[in-house]
């Protein structure tokens, strides 16, 4: 099945010239998207609509970003009131108050809030804020996950040849960039996921000397891989025991399994949390959040922490608003993304099921990824990096794009739910996936 990509193709050669690649980050780009990438044009609802008019069911949004949908018109409305008002102060306003207060309402681990402009400044800012408030320098990374491209975190972040991981107890630590310098990732220390008794070697290990272990709930930088039973409370009950923080990264499921987010869904109260992505329906946003004692580590001449753009007045109405439409009515939004996203899940089940096809689909509510593999779970990095087929997903995903779903392309990615789609998207996903599996 073919797909007009004339105008995208024409677009993408111009913006070789000018661009990078043609584009302003890899994810986007010709490594991934063959012949080209897409070039959209407009969004509405749960759809996206490129320049040569094709429609799509979007299950990227944004990098997960629009928990909303596209062109929500509450959004819009915020976007004109900000305008009007002005878009940014760098100075306090109610508005950033009254954003804050609604956040410490929700979130359990939030006593008080420091506003950022992404997700990667936000863990910027935790793992600092963590340092200067413990006095020490070190902090245990897990295999596999990603919290922005800030130096410290970039190690074993994307999908390696399993014979170069090392053991799991002795993991060999890969950078994943140029330009980094060994001094920059000299303390992380690297650890498997999902493994509790090698967390607590590594604490033994450099006792005294770690200030905090970071970890999303679930790893969505390689798709999505839940936490065992029992594990985060595991990671919560030894890092309050050995007096270090545990940081939550909930830049990717803030905002979307609840309305205080997955630390509200596993019971699980961190000390420090950041946020980003679905926050802000769209607008960059970020935000760090925590204990009264530890983010009044933040104050003036402590731990520094400054950011022109930081709570701008674009972004406080755009926030304020998102709260506002996915917790209405007991929370019916959020709800929303649940219902939508275990439909699909259970479709594609039914799917791969029927077809006697040899691949799992991992998530539940609002957030899935599958997997073309024998296995029947993925339950960490090791198992991603040599126990599936990303390239048998990748002409999957391509499969599916021909066929109007937009969906990443990557297996480190994940798809996503926002409170627009509905069921008719539900059936066109599931059909658009059955004749894309016949046809491989």
């Known amino acids: 099945m073919s797909l007009n990509l004339e105008k995208s193709q024409k677009l993408y050669e111009r913006a070789k010239n000018v661009l990078v690649e043609g584009v302003n980050s890899p994810s986007r780009g010709g490594e991934f998207y063959k012949p080209c990438p897409i070039f959209i044009d407009h969004g509405q609802g749960g759809k996206i609509y490129d320049v040569d008019q094709n429609e799509y069911v979007d299950l990227m949004l944004g990098f997960s970003a629009l928990v909303l949908g596209h062109a929500h018109p509450e959004i819009i409305t915020a976007l004109q009131r900000a305008g009007n008002k002005g878009t940014h102060y760098a100075a306090a306003a109610e508005i950033e108050v009254k954003v804050a207060e609604k956040m410490c309402q929700l979130i359990p681990s939030a006593e008080k809030v420091r506003f950022a402009n992404s997700g990667t400044e936000a863990t910027m800012a935790a793992i600092r804020l963590a340092r200067g408030y413990t006095g020490r320098k070190k902090f245990i990374k897990f295999e596999g996950q990603y919290h922005g491209w800030y130096d410290p975190f970039l190690l074993n972040c994307h999908a390696r040849s399993a014979y170069t991981l090392g053991t799991r107890k002795d993991p060999i630590s890969i950078p994943d960039s140029s330009g980094l310098t060994p001094a920059s990732l000299a303390d992380t ?216 779903v937009y969906s990443t392309v990557s297996n480190g990615l994940h798809s996503i739910a926002c409170i627009a789609h509905t069921e008719e998207d539900v059936a066109k996903v599931l059909n658009a996936a059955d004749d894309a599996i016949s046809s491989m």
């Open 189 to 404: 220390i690297m650890a498997p996921w999902n493994d509790i008794e090698i967390v607590e070697e590594k604490i033994r290990q450099y006792k005294g000397q770690i200030a905090a272990i970071i970890t999303e709930p679930i790893m969505s930088n390689i798709g999505f891989i839940p936490p065992k039973p029992g594990y985060l409370k595991d990671l919560r009950q030894i890092t309050n025991d050995n007096d270090i923080l545990l940081i939550m990264d909930e830049v990717v499921t803030g905002f979307r399994y609840a309305p205080g987010g997955c630390q509200e869904y596993f019971e699980i109260v961190p000390d420090i949390s950041t946020f980003g992505k679905a926050m802000g329906a769209g607008i960059p946003i970020g935000a760090v959040v925590g204990k009264n004692e530890i983010m009044e580590a933040f104050s003036w001449g402590k731990v520094l922490h400054y950011g022109t753009f930081n709570a701008t007045r674009l972004a406080m109405e755009i926030v304020d608003t998102n709260i506002d439409v996915l917790t209405r009515d007991g929370n019916a939004g959020i709800k929303h993304l649940h219902t939508i996203g275990d439909k699909i899940i259970a479709g594609l089940k039914d799917i791969f099921e029927h077809r006697k096809v040899p691949a799992i689909v991992q998530g539940f509510g609002p957030m899935f990824q599958l997997y073309f593999t024998q296995k029947d779970s993925i339950d960490d990095y090791r198992d991603y990096c040599s126990e599936i087929d990303p390239d048998k997903y990748s002409r999957f995903a391509h499969k599916l794009l021909r066929r109007g």
